[in-house]
Structure formats: C-alpha cells, structure tokens
C-alpha cells in the first residue's frame, strides 16, 4: 500500500492564485513528521515545510501552509499568491521508524504550473 | 553557509562497470542520506550514514554501498551497473539525522544523474 498519496499528478493555476496541493499518508506510528519538497527542473529538491505528528498548529513558512488534519491523515500544501517561480515538482514526504531507524517515504509528486 | 554539493553532475556509464559518487554535505552536519530517483520508482531512499557508520539502508540490492568519511563526507558506489541503474541519485544532510528530536529536516544536493548505456 502507498504511504504516501498524491493524487494529482499535473495542476495548471493562474499566477496570483491561491493552490492547494493534495496529501495523504498511512502509517501506524504515533511519532512522524510530514515535509513537504520543490523539486524545479534543475533537479534540487528544496524543504518547504515541516509538520510534526503532535504539532497542534499548522506549519507555516512565508506563502507556504500545511493544512494538517490528523484525523483524516491529510496533509495538504497550500501556497498563496502564486508566482512563475513556483512552477515546479511538489513532493509530500513522511519520515517514521523508532528512533534511529527512520527514513523518508515520498509521495510520486505533482507538476505544478503557474500561468501567467 | 554553503550547501550539500554532489560530484559528478553529470556521468555516462556502460553495463557492467562501477560507479562512485561523492557528496559534501552542508558544515557541520552529521548525516548524509542517499536516494535514487527514477520516472517509473519515484524517490526512493537507498541509505543513510551518521558517524562514519550506516544506520539506516532501503531496498536496494546488494551492488549499492557506501561510506563516510570522518569529515563527513559520503561516497555511493555501484558496481556491475544495469540499465535501470540510470536515474537521478540525490544526496541530503542533516544536523542529526533519524533519531533527532528536532525533526530531521533535510536539505539536498543537486543530485547526480547517471545514465547507464
């Protein structure tokens, strides 16, 4: 089963725009981390944001929110005001494992595209 | 602060040779994990290293290894290559690495993309 959920693939927003990009996860583990990650086509992946599983406030960092609802396992992105820059590859990723032994799971990405 | 730095950037190999790849990881972090990414797998995680030791490894056969070196620095070797071997492999590093409680942010490389002929 994945563990990580991100369904869609491509999203095409007009500049300025607020996105909302998708994630869902699955683990069992009481104790994890939610990140998301840019990915432009220079190939760099860049840390946006990081949520902690007992975190009570959502993540924020400048344009960049997480809209964390536990319940539902959701971790969603959410940029505001887009701009050209921003078109890029999203990765939603989850670390988990006992202490010592985590590692990153990534979700398969979305293409994001800011039109102008 | 400048940050993780990943040699070759580029690497053209055939079937059946060996490969090694260097990381430099942001100063003064500790942790150097490893990842391949593919079109058909996506992002997967091969290994990390903490202290000059592996403490954590994914999936991946045998014929992927690495090190650290006491600077901190990483190397990933491949011997015996394979086609499916071609792919985008990133290096990142953190303050600590798993195990922290200060959530194992993660800052990448601009990777290394091999292709395997």
């Known amino acids: 089963a994945q563990k990580i959920t991100q369904t869609q693939p491509g999203m095409f927003v007009q500049e300025k725009e607020a996105v909302t990009l998708d994630c869902t996860y699955d683990t069992s583990d009481q104790s994890y981390g939610l990140f998301w990650y840019k990915q432009p086509s220079s190939g760099e992946m860049i840390f946006l944001i990081y949520?902690?599983?007992?975190?009570?406030q959502n993540a924020t960092e400048g344009r960049y929110s997480l809209n964390f609802q536990k319940a539902r396992k959701s971790a969603n992105l959410v940029i505001s005001a887009s701009q050209l820059g921003d078109s890029a590859m999203y990765f939603c990723?989850?670390?988990?494992?006992?202490?010592?032994?985590?590692?990153?799971?990534f979700g398969t990405g979305t293409r994001l595209t800011i039109i102008p | 602060k400048a940050g993780v730095t990943q040699t070759p950037r580029y690497l053209i190999k055939t079937r059946g040779q060996q490969v090694t790849l260097s990381c430099s990881p942001i100063s003064g972090h500790r942790s150097v994990s490893w990842y391949q990414q593919t079109p058909g797998q996506g992002l997967q995680f091969l290994f990390e290293?903490?202290?000059?030791?592996?403490?954590n490894k994914g999936n991946f056969p045998g014929r992927f290894s690495g090190r650290q070196f006491s600077n901190s620095r990483s190397e990933m070797n491949v011997s015996t290559l394979e086609l499916g071997d071609s792919a985008l492999y990133l290096c990142a590093s953190s303050l600590e690495g798993s195990g922290s409680p200060l959530g194992w942010e993660q800052y990448f490389g601009p990777g290394t993309r091999l292709t395997v002929t």
């Open positions: 990723a989850m670390r988990e494992g006992s202490f010592g032994n985590e590692k990153l799971t």
């Open positions: 949520q902690g599983s007992y975190d009570e």
């Open positions: 290293y903490f202290s000059e030791t592996q403490r």
